[in-house]
């Protein structure tokens, strides 16, 4: 649902509920990801004022805000605010040509005030964002910035929108800041909300897993009306969820560990339709100085699990289970990952690490169903790190293929049907961990 118009006084709803994400005839070239999406805004000096172009990706650690103490609102409930405030600042009527919204999990507050050649007239000067570590992907957002032009395209007003209200940020005008430069239109009415662009993404597999990955994130939703080249200018949703900075003017750069990248994608926001894809993008192939890590979910998946009790005979160097034992067995139902990469865990539902009666472990059988790699865990069944022992030519950057299978050793109390779950967890190259399975 679009925000109101101008005058504050909210259009009618559009028919659609949701984005769709369906098919749609390819642009002559692929939407832009958000590094692209702020360099065309260059133009627009404000914006490079307070989005930065120098994206220097860090880890932000957690705020102590949260979702309860912190406000969000959609596009259309923020710019509900934006537009009757707007209204009210001389040199209108306003016109509204980009807008974002942002959670960050570390919320700052920046002075540095406009960009050269331009002339800041009123406003409060100050930009303060605030830290959210709530559902960064509900389309909802503790920080929305606005910006539009007077009618001759010669001064430019930001407003910034947080804890439930609208601040006149500034009035700019001079070189380089009055026009939203070429290609960028105004934003039309009648657009899908910030919302229900996000809850048509949670129907991505690749979203879903993402969001798994990464409970705690930064995420940003940019609606632009833009053209490329011949293309008529469309108006887009730009979306980024993150577990690296924003590269937002002023934010804070801190943390030395890379613990993720960035997963983007564009959505026409009068159609829903996906442009280009949903792409997985590490920040300039580092985060925080080191190389970004691909969320586990995205490269490892496991099949469904069969249980059993270990055959007469077996044992656990052999087969990967004492003979007696409870077993569980998984294929592997996709992997382009090493032995390396994921280390293995089985918990109850409330997150407790499931806890034996009696020794157990995990091993990898190959297609021929010897065991090369396995760790004994004792009675906690969590790996903390990566395999303990490995058979023939087999190591730790020895591929774990769709032709393994995955034996897990419960020991000799009956586990079935006491709702555990397994979760494999990214490690070197990948972070997070995958959806939960359920044993039987």
Request: with cysteine.
């Amino acid at each position: 649902m679009a925000g109101p118009t101008a005058s504050g006084t909210p259009p009618p709803s559009p028919t659609s509920t949701g984005a769709s994400l369906g098919a749609s005839p390819p642009p002559p070239r692929p939407g832009p990801s958000r590094r692209t999406l702020l360099a065309i805004l260059v133009v627009v000096v404000v914006l490079v004022a307070f989005l930065g172009l120098a994206l220097s990706e860090v880890v932000h650690p957690s705020s102590s805000a949260s979702a309860a103490s912190t406000p969000v609102a959609s596009y259309s409930a923020a710019k509900a605010l934006a537009d009757p405030a707007a209204a009210q600042v001389v040199s209108g009527p306003w016109n509204l040509y980009a807008a974002l919204g942002a959670d960050v999990t570390q919320g700052y507050t920046n002075t540095s005030g406009v960009p050269r050649q331009c002339t800041s007239s009123q406003g409060v000067g100050t930009l303060s964002v605030p830290g959210y570590t709530g559902n960064y992907s509900s389309g909802d957002f503790a920080f929305w910035y606005f910006d539009y032009f007077n009618a001759a395209n010669t001064m430019q007003l930001t407003m910034l929108v947080a804890d439930g209200r609208a601040t006149e940020y500034e009035v700019s005008y001079g070189p380089n800041c009055g026009s939203p430069g070429g290609g960028i239109q105004p934003i039309p009415a009648n657009l899908l909300d910030s919302t229900q662009v996000a809850a048509a993404l949670l129907g991505n597999a690749s979203v879903e897993s993402f969001l798994h990955s990464y409970s705690s994130a930064n995420a940003s939703f940019t609606l632009l009306n833009e053209s490329h080249g011949s293309t008529p200018a469309a108006p887009r949703w730009s979306v980024e969820y993150t577990a690296c900075s924003l590269g937002l003017a002023g934010e804070p750069l801190s943390g030395a560990q890379a613990v993720g990248g960035s997963l983007e994608a564009t959505v026409n926001a009068t159609s829903g339709a996906l442009i280009g894809g949903i792409h997985y993008e590490g920040p300039g192939g580092l985060c925080s100085g080191a190389p970004s890590k691909a969320p586990i979910g995205s490269a490892f998946a496991a099949g469904s699990p069969r249980a059993s009790t270990c055959p007469t005979g077996d044992t656990y160097a052999q087969n990967g289970c004492q003979a007696g034992d409870y077993v569980y067995t998984l294929s592997v139902e996709a992997s382009t990952v090493t032995l390396s990469s994921v280390l293995f865990e089985v918990e109850h539902s409330n997150g407790a690490v499931d806890t034996l009666s009696t020794p157990g472990g995990f091993s990898i059988l190959n297609i021929s169903g010897d065991a090369v790699a396995q760790v004994s865990l004792g009675t906690a069944l969590d790996m903390t790190n990566p395999w303990t022992t490995y058979y023939g030519s087999v190591g730790p950057t020895s591929p774990l293929t769709s032709t393994d299978t995955i034996v897990i050793d419960m020991g000799t109390s009956n586990p079935t049907g006491t709702g555990l779950l397994f979760l494999a967890t990214g490690t070197g190259d990948y972070t997070g961990t995958t959806s939960p399975t359920a044993l039987p």
